[in-house]
């Protein structure tokens, strides 16, 4: 990029796509400013730290970010290991942080308030394109910062703004106020949270991969402290999606994870509660009391504890005093919204992408990784690799591997046309079928089947979730 070559490109987000950006820019010769709000890299990963994802270590490290570490004393993991959360973080994205081209460069415990164009506001037109970006950020004392750069990368995901537990989008009536009764996400059930837990009995909201691993660490603890009661409620009656391939998955650990939730359905240690719609929640002398629309029935809980897994949304309101064209609904750039939409793509093939589908109307600003999927459910992380590559590329002025797009992907049979319905709820073959909105993963690459007729389909791209393995 010809306009400030001074200033460095801002990063925001020392994730995994945060840092492999930073790996890019290096690699090009370019010098990147990445601003963590964390006090480590990774650190949104640490909060999930104790859960094992999909996919092995070949499908979680970046190209660039290799080959700087290649010139270090770093022991690459094992290609086919399945690391955890924690794993990642300390195995790959803190070595990556600790090269010298990358730790001068990264500041920790920078949240970023606003982005803009310096001495500009979002209406003025006039030398926008030539004027620097400013971005504001505040230091852990709370201390208000300014710096300059000449391209900003926005990485930095969608982890801290966890979706509700209403069916309508919006917080059920009290849920803020039983804020300290609800977790969201995936918390340490078997771990450093356990005491929450056992001996409980805990609603679980949500119907992808992060409610069931907390259905699972449930059952696990429930063998240590029997008087465990769990309660499943899915806000859609659809199973599909999150039962997994199970041995035609190349992903193994996924589609056992789809296999082990199918046996939590059946056993008789899970309630199982499908179509859930809560109404209100209110915290009770007896415990939390939720009252709620069950299969069209108006039902009355009582529970210690909910676990709230629906999904998160991006944080765009510190991109207000920029020039955005971003869809709508999906809340993601508009041109990338047509291949990730839920609403168009049950399953839903989402080819590699990179400049073109992630260019906006602020030349120089990119929004990419998890939160450049907005609310759609599904982000590979190896696709969050690509984009920051093109981008980099496109920033470099290597304008044609910018938009030389590649990517390959191994294939997976999480589909099946053949899953039984369990305990009432349709749990029909995914493709081809609707949507859920709070589903963590889907299956892919089923546009072709549909194409062709058929009812079934032939997946042929991993499903890392976002939820699952949240990107920064």
């Known amino acids: 990029m010809k306009t400030h070559p001074e200033l460095p490109v801002a990063v925001i987000g020392a994730g ?3 840092l492999a950006a930073a790996a890019h820019l290096v690699g090009r010769g370019i010098r990147p400013l990445i601003l963590e709000r964390g006090r480590s890299a990774g650190a949104s990963l640490l909060s999930w730290g104790h859960v094992r994802v999909f996919t092995p270590w070949r499908y979680v ?3 660039a970010a290799v080959d700087l570490l290649s010139l270090t004393d770093w022991a690459k993991p ?3 290991a399945i690391p955890t959360g924690r794993e ?5 994205l803190e070595p990556l942080a600790r090269l010298p081209a990358i730790a001068s460069n990264l500041v920790y415990g920078a949240t970023v308030t606003s982005i803009s164009r310096h001495g500009l ?3 003025t037109s006039r030398g926008r394109d030539d004027a620097a970006f400013e971005i504001r950020y505040t230091d852990p004392t709370g201390a208000e910062m300014g710096v300059t750069a000449r391209a900003v990368l926005d990485a930095s995901g969608t982890w801290g703004r966890p979706a509700p537990m209403g069916i309508d989008g919006l917080p059920v009536i009290g849920e803020r106020a039983a804020s300290d009764r609800i977790a969201y996400g995936i918390p340490d059930i078997d771990g450093r949270d356990a005491a929450d837990y056992a001996g409980r009995s805990v609603l679980v909201v949500g119907g992808g991969h992060s409610a069931i691993n907390a259905v699972l660490a449930l059952m696990a603890l429930k063998k240590k402290a029997p008087a465990t009661l769990i309660t499943w409620a899915l806000r859609r009656n659809r199973i599909d999606r999150l039962l997994g391939g199970g041995l035609n998955d190349q992903l193994p650990s996924r589609g056992d994870l789809g296999l082990a939730a199918k046996d939590a359905l059946e056993s008789e ?8 719609a809560a109404r209100s929640i209110r915290i009770a002398p007896e415990g939390v009391e939720i009252e709620a629309m069950i299969d069209n029935k108006q039902h009355s809980l009582l529970v210690d504890r909910v676990i709230v897994a629906t999904g998160f949304r991006p944080d765009l309101e510190m991109l207000n005093e920029l020039r955005l064209d971003m869809d709508s609904a999906v809340e993601c750039p508009r041109l990338l919204a047509q291949m990730i939409d839920p609403n168009l793509h049950s399953c839903g093939t989402v080819p590699p992408h990179g400049i073109a589908e992630l260019t906006q109307p602020e030349p120089g600003f990119y929004i990419v990784g998890s939160k450049s999927y907005g609310r759609a459910p599904t982000f590979l992380m190896l696709t969050g690799y690509e984009q920051v590559r093109s981008v980099v590329a496109e920033l470099a002025g290597d304008h044609q591997a910018a938009r030389d797009v590649r990517l390959v992907l191994p294939e997976t049979g999480v589909c099946s046309t053949s899953v039984a319905s369990i305990s009432g709820v349709s749990a029909g073959g995914c493709c081809g079928g609707p949507a859920p909105a709070d589903t963590d993963a889907c299956c892919l690459a089923d546009q072709q089947a549909k194409v062709d007729g058929k009812s079934g389909c032939g997946c042929a791209t991993p499903a890392e979730t976002r939820r699952m393995e949240p990107a920064e």
């Open 16 to 18: 995994p796509v945060g």
């Open 61 to 63: 490290t970046d190209e």
């Open 78 to 80: 094992a290609d086919d």
């Open 88 to 92: 990642i973080v300390e195995d790959y």
């Open 121 to 123: 506001d979002k209406v």
């Open 269 to 276: 240690h899970v309630r199982l509660l499908a179509p859930f």
